[in-house]
């Protein structure tokens, strides 16, 4: 079982970057997916959230307008297309896989963390 973030790189401030997590070993649209972020010297943070039934939640206020999450069913991976780029949006990226489901009398938890990719915005 992994998730793997990609897609992150070095684009200068006004451009756009699509960063992908996928999946391996288990199906991604069984999970709410979470992208979070974590700048230099600062705590992680959450961005947005897809969940299962494909509804998006934004943590963010300052992503909302420019930032996308999507899933690609068929490819087992989640998008996060990420336009108008700020410095401040400067992060190492990471997605979050969670799903919670009752087996019985007990409820089990599935949380699962992809390496984090890193973006940089140059002004």
């Known amino acids: 079982v992994q998730l793997q973030a990609s897609g992150g790189g070095l684009v200068p401030a006004g451009g756009s970057l699509n960063l992908s997590c996928a999946a391996s070993g288990f199906t991604l649209d069984r999970y709410a997916i979470a992208w979070f972020r974590q700048a230099p010297g600062k705590e992680r943070e959450g961005v947005l959230c897809i969940s299962a039934r494909g509804g998006t939640t934004y943590f963010s206020d300052s992503v909302k307008g420019r930032f996308t999450i999507s899933r690609d069913t068929a490819k087992n991976t989640v998008s996060l297309l990420m336009n108008s780029l700020k410095p401040e949006d400067t992060a190492v990226y990471y997605c979050?896989?969670?799903?919670?489901?009752?087996?019985?009398?007990?409820?089990?938890?599935?949380?699962?963390w992809g390496q984090g990719t890193l973006v940089t915005v140059s002004s």
């Open positions: 979050n896989a969670v799903r919670a489901l009752v087996d019985g009398t007990s409820l089990k938890r599935y949380d699962y």
